[in-house]
């Protein structure tokens, strides 16, 4: 099946630093959507974008809808050691059926205090 | 709560012992889906159903059976399940917008 390229695999980070992950695809996409994984639990929806060039924040974290409708860039600033976590990406294919969600293979971020 | 509750947490079975895992959303959302997660391979998304009786293959649906016979409940069902079946599992719903609001999870080790 259709993937999407998520980087970085993981990240090592001192606590106050900025982070950026992205994802990319061969493939046009019309939903992206960032998504946050704790320990032992489901993934929690972080922020959807549904256009083109939209820029969208959640408090610290702010992420964008790339303009070739391929790629997704969240960024999260001045993190914090409950920040730890799996980040992943999902989007659904242009002309596709919004119940088929595709993931990236997540990026793991660490935050030392 | 609005919440997706899927059962059991943990399960250890034996090969080729069929089983179902529930699952159930209080949110009357149309879509619902079931994903694996394995290490270094992410969320692949076995079978997802956009309404009541109308189901679609995901990524990796072998070996899995699913039943949408009411709009709220989606149970996920492995008629013979195999050694590479042991994974985490996840079942998700969403509304006409947005993404899958997910489960806890469920456990699962085939020996």
């Known amino acids: 099946g259709q993937q999407l390229n998520q980087s970085p695999q993981s990240m090592f980070i001192q606590e106050g630093e900025d982070v950026s992950m992205n994802c990319t695809s061969s493939s046009i996409f019309n939903t992206w959507l960032w998504y946050k994984q704790d320990p032992g639990e489901g993934p929690v929806l972080l922020i959807a974008?549904?256009?083109?060039?939209e820029l969208t924040s959640n408090g610290r974290l702010t992420a964008q809808f790339g303009i070739t409708r391929k790629d997704s860039f969240l960024n999260i600033s001045a993190s914090i050691p409950s920040d730890v976590g799996i980040y992943f990406c999902a989007g659904q294919n242009y002309g596709g059926s919004q119940g088929n969600l595709i993931f990236g293979k997540g990026t793991k971020l660490s935050v030392k205090p | 709560e609005a919440q997706v509750t899927q059962n059991p947490r943990y399960l250890i079975t034996v090969t080729g012992k069929k089983l179902t895992v529930t699952c159930s959303q209080n949110m009357n959302h149309e879509y619902m889906s079931w994903y694996r997660q394995d290490p270094g391979l992410g969320l692949r998304q076995i079978y997802y159903?956009?309404?009541?009786?109308?189901?679609d293959k995901g990524d990796v649906p072998e070996g899995y059976k699913v039943s949408r016979k009411e709009k709220r409940n989606f149970p996920l069902i492995l008629e013979s399940p195999s050694p590479n079946q042991t994974s985490l599992y996840f079942c998700?719903?969403?509304?006409?917008?947005?993404?899958?609001?997910f489960g806890s999870g469920t456990r699962l080790t085939v020996v």
């Open positions: 159903s956009m309404n009541v009786e109308v189901t």
């Open positions: 974008l549904y256009k083109a060039g």
């Open positions: 998700a719903s969403k509304g006409t917008r947005g993404g899958y609001t």
